[in-house]
């Protein structure tokens, strides 16, 4: 009797030995999975639900505060957006979706340099991240910084091809040709021969043979 009891009593290792970290992070990437569905689908509220939960499940899951805060900006929630996003950051410093997103938030509030400070961290760590550099080209536009703006459509330019690399092409060009006569640094003027090596480099200007 004491034999049949022993037996009915077993458990199976590999049963007992299971992670429960391991079921937290299913748990948490089928929550982020509907909350992402929801909001695609426009269900806001549900997809704000999912997103909470999946970060009570697992609370350093960069995804899904970002999930949340596009889901607060879709409801005009913008402050408790930037909350959201201040907070993904804390837990995943250097998320650069994240970093993306908060650079969407200050401009929004019209704070530019800030949001442009961002965005240049982004592109510092990612440099072919192409959608940071088209808000770095726009946002260096309206700000009038044509030196950086110059820069960031370089940096597009780089991953087109055919048409839409030649239309970059003419916008780098005007870029050129505004920034020769708005920025005195940076102007092709100061690659005159009399212009001191500093000025020259500076200006990007191209080494001449001596």
Same mark, same amino acid.
């Given at each position: ?52 939960? /999946?970060?009570?499940? #697992?609370? %350093? +899951? &960069? ?5 949340? *805060?596009? =889901? $607060?900006? @879709?409801?005009? !929630? ?53 959608? /940071?550099?088209?808000? #770095?080209? %726009? +946002? &260096? ?5 044509? *030196?950086? =703006? $110059?820069? @960031?459509?370089? !940096? ?55």
């Amino acid at each position: 009797m004491l034999f049949v009891l022993g037996a009915s009593a077993w458990v199976d290792p590999a049963w007992a030995q299971t992670d429960p970290s391991r079921d937290r992070e299913r748990d948490a990437a089928r929550l982020l999975e509907m909350g992402r569905r929801m909001l695609d689908a426009g269900e806001v509220a549900s997809a704000t639900a999912f997103f909470r939960d /999946a970060i009570d499940v #697992r609370p %350093d +899951l &960069a995804e899904a505060y970002e999930g949340l *805060a596009r =889901a $607060l900006l @879709a409801r005009g !929630a913008e402050r408790d957006a930037r909350t959201t996003v201040e907070a993904g950051l804390g837990r995943n410093p250097g998320h650069v979706p994240l970093m993306r997103l908060m650079a969407t938030l200050l401009d929004r509030r019209g704070q530019l340099a800030e949001a442009a400070r961002w965005l240049r961290e982004v592109v510092a760590r990612v440099p072919d991240d192409i959608e /940071a550099q088209r808000a #770095r080209l %726009d +946002l &260096a536009l309206r700000r009038g910084a044509f *030196a950086e =703006a $110059l820069d @960031a459509c370089r !940096a597009v330019r780089l991953h087109l091809r055919d048409e839409s690399r030649r239309e970059q092409s003419r916008q780098c060009a005007a870029l050129e040709v505004l920034l020769d006569t708005t920025d005195p640094v940076r102007s092709r003027r100061q690659c005159r021969p009399e212009a001191s090596a500093v000025r020259r480099a500076l200006a990007g200007c191209r080494a001449t043979a001596t």
